[in-house]
């Protein structure tokens, strides 16, 4: 599998998109003192922004689409954007899906992104110069999981504080469970794995390398 790949919610896209817009947005606060001139309050990132513009063709035949399970007319891929759209109002979870992009070469991969998204919104452009192909502008926002906090009051008038979080994998495990924006290249090079990340998916039977997602286990060799 050679060039870009781009999958959502476990579905490859047909075209790779002409650009992919990627914003991460600082959270830095810069005030200015009367006599010390401005400061810089530096603060984690926030949340990755994503914008894409993917070609859904009308008819088959274009050699620059690929079709792993057959061609697909547009109102599939549309489904399922109304479908991701759609599940989060019932619940946020189900909203939250899978944006993957494989960048292979034929010296070997360069890197995957891989991160949580949900779908905030799309919007159908259609244009006479596309004949009957569809334009679908997607855009999609990272999403973290987060833990509520439970307050035990004590009569001394203390409190103590319980916070779940979701915590990453030790570097001496000789198993990993997959988190969100985890790559099989970036594991590979973290475990110094002989190999690189081909000997993780052979070792676990992995048929895609690039196709991964949060929750699941796999053996380091």
């Known amino acids: 599998m050679n060039g870009y790949d781009v999958f959502l919610d476990k579905t490859r896209f047909p075209v790779t998109p002409k650009k992919l817009d990627v914003r991460i947005r600082g959270k830095n606060n810069t005030l200015n003192l009367i006599n010390d001139g401005e400061i810089n309050f530096l603060k984690l990132p926030g949340l990755t922004d994503i914008n894409v513009d993917f070609l859904l063709p009308a008819h088959p035949g274009y050699p620059f689409a690929v079709y792993p399970e057959g061609f697909q007319p547009p109102e599939h891929y549309l489904t399922i954007l109304?479908?991701?759209?759609?599940?989060?109002?019932?619940?946020?979870?189900?909203?939250?899906?899978?944006?993957i992009v494989s960048r292979v070469t034929p010296r070997g991969m360069l890197f995957d992104?891989?991160?949580r998204v949900s779908v905030e919104d799309y919007q159908i452009l259609e244009d006479h110069r596309e004949g009957q192909d569809v334009v679908v502008r997607v855009k999609l926002k990272q999403y973290k999981n987060f833990a509520t906090k439970t307050i035990e009051t004590q009569e001394s008038g203390s409190a103590v504080v319980n916070v779940t979080r979701e915590t990453a994998n030790a570097p001496q495990a000789r198993s990993v469970t997959i988190q969100s924006g985890d790559?099989?290249?970036?594991?590979?090079?973290?475990?110094?794995?002989?190999?690189?990340?081909?000997?993780?998916?052979q070792?676990?039977?992995?048929?895609?390398?690039?196709?991964?997602?949060?929750?699941?286990?796999?053996?380091?060799?």
């Open 183 to 201: 790559t099989l290249w970036a594991i590979a090079k973290r475990y110094n794995v002989q190999g690189g990340y081909m000997a993780i998916a």
């Open 82 to 99: 109304l479908n991701l759209k759609q599940r989060v109002k019932d619940d946020v979870m189900n909203g939250v899906t899978q944006f």
């Open 203 to 221: 070792a676990n039977n992995i048929s895609n390398p690039h196709l991964i997602f949060p929750g699941q286990v796999f053996t380091i060799p």
């Open 113 to 115: 992104t891989n991160l």
